[in-house]
């Protein structure tokens, strides 16, 4: 185990202080980062006491310290996984060389961009909730908003770290430009789309966290498998703060459903009209939201066909999430046949892969799908909830602006404008979402839309006060 020195100005366990212009180049960029977190963090909550888990080292069982700390005072910090002895190449054409310390002049400005990207995201995210505060559901909701919202804070440092240690001046002007894009900023936007999406009300954010968040594990498993060893490490610590982010989308949908039967069994139907006039969110509304989160992180995984994603598997940049569990790692005699708009095309297995991403994707997608379906099958409903077939909605790829239906057939332009509504939330659906979120901070209280968790966090009581507002 590497243990972080809580001392330093900025937390690590790469040992900044032995490597003293990184250190200063860092520490050059932290008031800028918190100049960011001031302007561009959540909104009117820098003094509250806030009960946050803080990662004070990469080790397996116990690497995270829990606390009540105003937010401008977490301690965000730079931590990679332990290295792996030995590690060798894990796919593509160098499979089985070692893996590279410092990056190849051949892959460095494709790697600075992957890099980037992912970095994008972090802060991208962070301005997509800061507004989110005001209108909790509850403090224990509050507290999960604020704890992803800090995490994010340090992903960021994490990729910022790579660029200022491994990309020399470039690296540095990147990661200025990391604080300088907003999220929906008409002139400098952040770089995916979904990332530029506004997001108003709490549904939003469990969907978000449900389908994007773990569109960021997809890609953190995926760089965890690359010839990039500080990548790969910094990757694998991230994953394990990721897996709270899904946490609260994945039990806070199934907080919503439970809410919504409770409902409509007090009331004797499940009307739409009916749900709605009570306080809850009916289930087809919810579907909606599904449709339009989901539809838009598919999008995040590129096009279906491409011959980056080929470069960047075979040079080892980049692998498949859970890399070891296929049999070929360099894919060179391998096709894939692919549904596209003109018919199916068999194209090389290795510019398939954002495809293949994607396919695992939804797999992982359907795991809460299936929960939340049983829930409703057990109150004795019809109703079920379904993702939407990857050739919805899309902006990239084969399918772009490709008129089909939520189970993927072609359909009339005419239709599919008409449509639309029925699919992802109108004007009036989230209004009425809109409506319902109401800021509730009595501990252990919940907003009406909303069933209380299971328990609490890290073992306390689900009425502990969470976030202290004084
Ligand atoms: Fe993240
Ligand atoms: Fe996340």
Redesign the pocket.
Known sequence: MSSIDYAEKIPNNVNLQNDRTLQRALEHWQPRFLQWWHEMGPTDFESANVYLRTAVSVDAQGWAHYGALKMPDYRWGIFLADPVTDRKIGFGDQMGQPVWQQVPGEYRSTLRRLIVTQGDT?PA?VEQQRMLGHTCPSIYDLRNLFQ?NV??GR?LWAMVYLLHAYFGRDGREEAEELLARHSGDQNKPRILTTFNEPMLDWLSLFCF?YF??RD??YQLKSFAESAFDPLSRTCRFMLT??AH??FVGETGISRVVKRTLEVTKEIGTDDPARVRAHGAIDLPTLQKYLNFWCSSSLDLFGSEISSNSAANFASGMKGRPDESTYDDHVLRDKTMKLATPEGEQEVPMLNALNEVMRESYLKDCEIGLKRWNRMIERAGHEFRLTLPSSRFRRSIGPWAGVPVDTHGKMIDRAEYERRLEDWIPSERDRAFVASLMKKVIEPGKMAGWIAPPERGINNLAIEHEYVDLH
């Open positions: 972090e995210s992803i995490e994010e992903h966290t994007t968040d960021g594990k703060e990721e982010h899904m």
